[in-house]
């Protein structure tokens, strides 16, 4: 029952910012985390060859009457995701500009929207911007050719040096603002996503599978009580990939070692699964679904507008299992629950911060802690089983703790498989 050691298995959304800067993330939410439950965490640096496609640090967590080690293994893509984001610039716009208009006229937006209008509105937000920024160089190139037209130069000049004004200012534009507006970045994840949703990312998928094929030996050969995968915003459906296909090399993974858990959080699954051609996407969803063998966990929250929100990862792809289902447990979690009042009109408006709390530490106690999951001594599926019980024995006195534990025994269910 209580977790002496765990293994996680991080697997990042798109974003290229990579080991060095979540391991930062990392260390300085632990402190955060430690001062909230005063608890004793202790972390060492990352572990792995600089060009490897993995690294892991592992953290000694310790209270008053538990101890628990944890290995935390980070999957890598930064270098596939900087190549992208180092395409140029009038590439990325055309191309993300084709598949916006392409999923407007095949009716995948409007998916998106029934499924959750604020993601959808979140996806049209970048075409948005770029309309707003190409209006406003227009307005800056219309003023440049009105000024020539004054100095006495007309007629196809004027149209040329304009026009070249015109896509100088809007470069300028889209450099100057990035920082703040993300445009590009996230032009080039919506490219990104459908490619991958046609299986026209090899490379990616040769990753996927050499990560399935890690899982399969690290849950063989790993001492730990339990493995946990997490994904975290497209890093959902990369988790789901490799869960499944670790599935297809060994489907007893999750009955003759560790118990095999899937997190994923602030997800967004169906920007894979409401393609067409993701007919393997949703047969993996199917899969997992009725494996009796694995426990799936979904949080969502309603604020995070990058996750769906709430949305049901099988019946809302159409898949329909019967009784058979049993994955996954739907968790909301309700961020105004997690973040100090003081804190939360600010936070509440700053939408990437809000899409990270999922993997950062909290201001209060609460069933949904991440680094509870990922340092503490209640297993995944027990926590989100009885929440209460699991936050009786972060938080309460021994008497608390140890109804708690007693709790969690009672209400065990049996072992998969």
Not at 215 to 232: K, R
Not at 234 to 243: D, M, P, R, T
Not at 341 to 356: D, G, L, M, T
Request: some cysteine; aromatic content about 12%.
């Amino acid at each position: 029952m209580r977790v002496e050691r765990r293994h996680v298995i991080y697997v990042q959304g798109y974003d290229p910012r990579g080991l060095a800067q979540y391991y930062r993330m990392f260390r300085t939410e632990l402190r955060k985390f430690g001062r909230l439950y005063q608890l004793t965490a202790t972390i060492n640096r990352p572990q792995g060859a600089a060009d490897s496609e993995t690294a892991y640090w592992t953290i000694d967590t310790r209270a008053s009457d538990w101890q628990t080690h944890t290995r935390y293994e980070f999957l890598r893509w930064e270098d596939l995701i900087q190549r992208d984001l180092a395409e140029p610039i009038w590439r990325t716009i055309f191309r993300s500009t084709q598949l916006f208009w392409r999923i407007i006229f095949n009716g995948t937006l409007a998916r998106f929207w029934k499924a959750h209008w604020r993601f959808a509105l979140f996806i049209a937000y970048p075409h948005f911007m770029l309309l707003v920024e190409a209006l406003a160089s227009l307005l800056i190139a219309l003023a440049c050719g009105k000024g020539l037209e004054a100095l006495g130069v007309t007629g196809p000049s004027n149209i040329a040096v304009a026009t070249a004004v015109f896509v100088a200012a809007l470069i300028a534009l889209l450099k100057f603002t990035e920082s703040r507006s993300y445009l590009l970045y996230l032009m080039a994840d919506m490219i990104w996503t459908w490619q991958f949703a046609h299986r026209l990312r090899p490379e990616w998928d040769q990753r996927i599978d050499r990560f399935a094929k890690n899982l399969v030996d690290a849950a063989s050969s790993s001492d730990a009580d339990e493995v946990v995968i997490v994904g975290h915003s497209s890093g959902s459906f990369l988790a789901v990939e490799i869960l499944a296909r670790a599935l297809n090399l060994d489907p007893d993974i999750g009955r003759h070692g560790p118990r095999i858990a899937l997190l994923t959080i602030g997800g967004n699954l169906p920007i894979v699964g409401f393609n067409a051609a993701a007919q393997d996407f949703r047969d993996h969803l199917r899969r997992l679904a009725v494996e009796p063998s694995i426990d799936w966990i979904d949080c969502q929250a309603r604020k995070d507008v990058m996750n769906f929100y709430p949305f049901d990862a099988i019946t809302g792809h159409g898949i329909d299992v019967g009784a058979r289902r049993r994955n996954p447990r739907i968790v909301p979690v309700r961020f105004r629950d997690i973040i100090e009042p003081a804190h939360y009109n600010v936070f509440r408006w700053q939408f990437f911060r809000v899409h990270f709390q999922f993997v950062m530490a909290n201001e209060r106690p609460h069933p949904y802690d991440y680094f509870m999951i990922a340092c503490g001594p209640v297993p995944l599926r027990e926590r989100m089983a009885r929440p209460e019980a699991a936050v009786a024995i972060a938080t309460g006195d021994a008497a608390a703790r140890e109804s708690g534990w007693k709790i969690l025994e009672m209400t065990t269910p049996a072992a998969p498989g």
